[in-house]
């Protein structure tokens, strides 16, 4: 039965997104050991229960309204979203945000030594995927007439089996196709992992610990591209500097004790941008270049 004092969320319980969405959820702060195997698991400090099951089964249990949030990948939740409004059953979700991990593509694939010249190489052929719904709008958008295999695990192996002239599968990657002999030929979408919620009636309780929980998940994830930087510089490239590595914020500035001609500069920027412009920096006469991993960070 529903717990309406309780929030329930659903994450995957072993595979490519479970250890991401169990960390996640545990630097948002929530005290919970989801080391076990149980179903559900209660968190000690807020009123929230995490349910883990396959992937598969994630997009269902927040469309029918069964459970308040779930951890999903777009691939998997996009097939699903498909194969409902097919058979016109209950398909609506909203999807909260996108979260900085699971990245993967889903393509179509083809034996190594097979000669590929471009999509309508698919035409009449068979594909074994986990994916029907997606491949068949794919398809049918191209004119493309085509059969298809439906496998829910070792997709990968139905060429070599006999069972299909390719596949349409994810990868993330590209190891499993090279360890099965077969190569990439088409990139049909990308896919992240999303936070997503049921979308019929929720009370005020629930929706202020969900809007909770978002600001912390936003700053979980903020922090993680962001690194606080510290470094000297000459105090006449200060501006070109600054220009340089342009942070969320102005940077700080602080005298230092016995140089007059440098300053200190402390800035939050992203990591990339600091790699981006290390050589420069350096040429402007950047040094003692400290760059600290920040924790969490809210707005
Ligand atoms: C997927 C896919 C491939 C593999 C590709 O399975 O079916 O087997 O990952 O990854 P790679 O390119 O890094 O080798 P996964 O176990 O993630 O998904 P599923 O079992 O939930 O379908
Ligand atoms: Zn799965």
Known sequence: ??????????????????????????????????????LITFSENMP?????????????????????????????????????????EDSNYIKLMRLDFGHCKLSLSIPINTNYFDINFFNHTRIATSYPYILKKYFDDKNIIFKS??????????????????????????????????REVEVICYSYACLICKSNNMNLFKKSIINKLLTRI?????????????????????????????????PTIIELGNDNKKVAMHVVSSENLFWETMEELKLLGASSILVLPIEKMME
Do not use: W
């Open 1 to 38: 039965m529903q717990n309406n004092n309780r929030l329930r969320i659903v994450i995957q319980k072993s595979g490519r997104l479970s250890t991401d969405s169990k960390q996640l959820l545990i630097q948002s702060g929530m005290k919970i050991d989801l080391e076990d195997k149980r």
């Open 48 to 88: 929230i229960d995490v349910m883990c099951v396959r992937d598969d089964d994630i997009p269902g249990l927040i469309m029918d309204g069964i459970i308040d949030l779930g951890i999903v990948g777009e691939n998997v939740l996009k097939e699903e979203l498909l194969k409902r409004q097919s058979k016109l």
């Open 149 to 182: 295999c439906s496998l829910n695990g070792s997709v990968e192996v139905a060429p070599s089996a006999g069972l299909a002239d390719g596949i349409f599968d994810l990868v993330s990657t590209g190891a499993t196709l090279k360890a099965n002999g077969l």
């Open 218 to 250: 936003k700053g979980v994830i903020k922090a993680r591209e962001s690194k606080y930087i510290m470094l000297h510089t000459p105090r006449s490239q200060l501006k070109k500097v600054m220009k340089l590595l342009r942070g969320a914020e102005e």
